[in-house]
């Protein structure tokens, strides 16, 4: 049997664990053993699978991985993360659409500092929700708002998604965090924009909220500095050089451990974030260790190169093959976890998309944009599921239809920057140039 | 994310895949995950002010980082087994008939079983073998060999989680 064969055997193998619902971690790394045997003997599939092991678990550069985790996780237990909606709801809910607006940036805020989107969708809809229909707002906006706002986190970093991608690829973790910074800011714009065009068309979905006082705001915006701390010492400091992104994950937690002692100081609570913070840990590297060895055996298979000889050959030319890796990526998206397909497909497509002339790190931006819009779209959208469980009096098609404009926002933010990378290469650039 | 101002939302009582024995076994991991997870943040911290403010990095900083991260991921693989947690694609299985969907949650959690055993036997034969050829980190020469022990040991709890899952089907793991 040639490589090739073996390798789509392993691709089949792989698709067919996970349709059994074995972890997809497990099934990466059950494929990846299995092929790497029938490419290279026993012998060699058992020294990659304990030696890719260890090599992942003691990865220095993954150490930033539990330190974020736990940054975020006590940021939220801490009251960090809410505090920038609370800001926003104060200076901004008394116009049309603000409270929808104040809960994007609340979720864009707590998702940046916990980098998951479904967590942000849990946390801030049981806030954010039932505020927003207490003042009149309409079930599609109060629910899409909130499900299409927890997306935003994946850009702003620190992001998992981004650190996963640096790793998978090689890639410098600064230079991706950097990236997703003017991106982040550019679809928070959108977001808001889609806000605003939305209550004009349908103005009773988005009603006026109640006014504070100059005080009320000014003390409100006090309370906020703590993430905008957190935010500037991890960005800030990986941007000038002072911190690499490992000691910028572990300030930034210590940061958020201080907040922690000054406003909770509950030993109940920190033992809860500490638990979590493992448990979310053991859950990202069983994909890491998966990955770590099902990568090296489709590389011995030859089927990147394969696959980038028929994308070439087909004469589509570099961009007509990325709309279709794209849009292979929203559809499949759809039914699969945005990490795992990122894990799967990235020792296929990234060889095809470098390649193809593409920037890598720009690939990266594009490609977490892309990943998120499966989490809020149909039959599976995870954050529409999660919204419709706290927003229970809205039904699951007006959750959809709620996001629907969001996820135009997200596709106007992929194709601007298909048109100009330099929204994503240029703090990166310009990093790097210094 | 713990969440102190969170409603009770009627959420399920947490997976027990392994009876009697999950209590002292999780409170084991999370003794062991939490003291490295402290240890990482600490070094990691004192190492980059020490660094970016004195010039004077902590000698093999890197190298304990090193160790740290492995014990924490040691303890955090089967925390995350046992709670459940470990990413899947249930959609399918959630859709097959309630004996079918048990027999694929039996044959699901044996593969995982038998893979996570075997997983768990190689990074013993490389904890020995780390051992026996020397194997250390570059700066502080610490020895390879005991966190290949603990790797291994993480995936023989990962494997007896999922083969309890084989017993208990649905029951987490």
């Known amino acids: ?434 | 994310m713990p969440d102190p101002h969170a409603e009770d939302d009627g959420e399920e009582a947490p997976p027990r895949p392994l009876g009697r024995l999950q209590a002292p076994v999780v409170y084991g991991l999370e003794v062991v995950g939490g003291l490295a997870l402290a240890a990482l943040l600490a070094i990691t911290v004192a190492d980059a002010l020490l660094r970016s403010l004195l010039n004077r990095p902590i000698l093999g900083g890197g190298d304990l980082v090193q160790v740290a991260l492995v014990l924490v991921v040691a303890s955090a693989l089967p925390l995350s087994i046992a709670a459940g947690r470990a990413i899947a694609i249930e959609m399918l299985v959630e859709r097959l008939p309630p004996a079918l969907e048990t027999a694929v949650r039996r044959l699901s959690a044996a593969v995982c079983a038998i893979a996570s055993g075997y997983l768990a036997w190689r990074c013993y034969v490389n904890a020995g073998e780390a051992a026996l050829f020397g194997e250390t980190t570059m700066l502080l020469q610490i020895p390879y060999g005991p966190f290949y022990g603990a790797l291994a040991l993480s995936f023989a709890l990962s494997a007896a989680l999922f083969a309890s899952g084989v017993l208990r089907p649905g029951s987490g793991a």
């Open chain 1, 1 to 434: 049997m040639s490589a090739t064969a073996i390798g789509l055997l392993g691709f089949l193998g792989l698709f067919g664990l996970m349709g059994l619902g074995v972890p997809v971690g497990m099934a990466m790394l059950i494929a990846g053993l299995l092929g790497t045997a029938g490419l290279a003997g026993w012998t060699t599939a058992a020294y990659t699978l304990s030696g890719q092991t260890f090599a992942t678990a003691s990865y220095y550069e993954l150490s930033v991985l539990p330190l974020f985790i736990l940054m975020g996780n006590l940021a939220a237990a801490s009251g960090l993360s809410r505090d920038l909606y609370e800001a926003a709801w104060r200076w901004i809910g008394h116009v049309r659409g603000g409270l929808a607006s104040a809960s994007v940036l609340g979720c864009a805020g707590f998702s940046a500092l916990s980098g998951s989107s479904i967590a942000s969708a849990v946390t801030m809809g049981k806030v954010a929700y039932p505020n927003m229909r207490r003042y009149g707002y309409g079930g599609r906006l109060a629910t899409g708002t909130i499900a299409a706002g927890g997306t935003l986190g994946i850009l702003i970093p620190p992001s998992t998604g981004f650190v996963l991608y640096a790793i998978l690829t090689e890639q410098s973790i600064g230079r991706l965090f950097m990236a997703g910074v003017l991106p982040g800011l550019m679809l928070t714009g959108l977001f808001l924009l889609t806000i605003a065009v939305f209550v004009r068309l349908r103005p009773e979905e988005g009603p006026p909220g109640p006014s504070f006082t100059w005080r009320e705001r000014i003390t409100a915006t006090g309370r906020a500095t703590g993430i905008f701390v957190i935010i500037g010492l991890t960005i800030g400091g990986i941007y000038s050089g002072f911190f690499t992104p490992v000691e910028a994950a572990g300030v930034g937690a210590a940061f958020a451990f201080v907040a922690f002692l000054l406003r909770s100081r509950s030993l109940t609570l920190l033992l809860d974030v500490v638990r979590d913070t493992l448990r979310t840990t053991g859950m990202t590297f069983l994909i890491l260790i998966g990955a770590g060895i099902f990568s090296p055996f489709v590389a011995l298979s030859g089927l990147p190169g394969l696959v980038a000889g028929t994308f070439t050959g087909a004469g589509l030319g570099p961009h007509g093959t990325l709309f279709i890796i794209l849009a292979l990526y929203v559809v499949l998206g759809m039914v699969i976890e945005g990490l795992s397909l990122m894990v799967i497909t990235l020792p296929i497509v990234f060889p095809v998309v470098v390649a193809l002339g593409f920037d890598p790190i720009w690939f990266g931006v594009i490609m977490v944009i892309v990943l998120e819009m499966g989490l809020i779209s149909p039959p599976v959208g995870v954050n529409c599921f999660v919204v419709s469980t706290i927003a229970r009096d809205v039904k699951l098609q007006t959750v959809f239809a709620g996001v629907l404009p969001f996820w135009g926002a997200m596709l106007i933010a992929t194709l601007l920057l298909v048109a100009f990378p330099q929204i994503a290469l240029l703090i990166p650039d310009s990093m790097f140039a210094r």
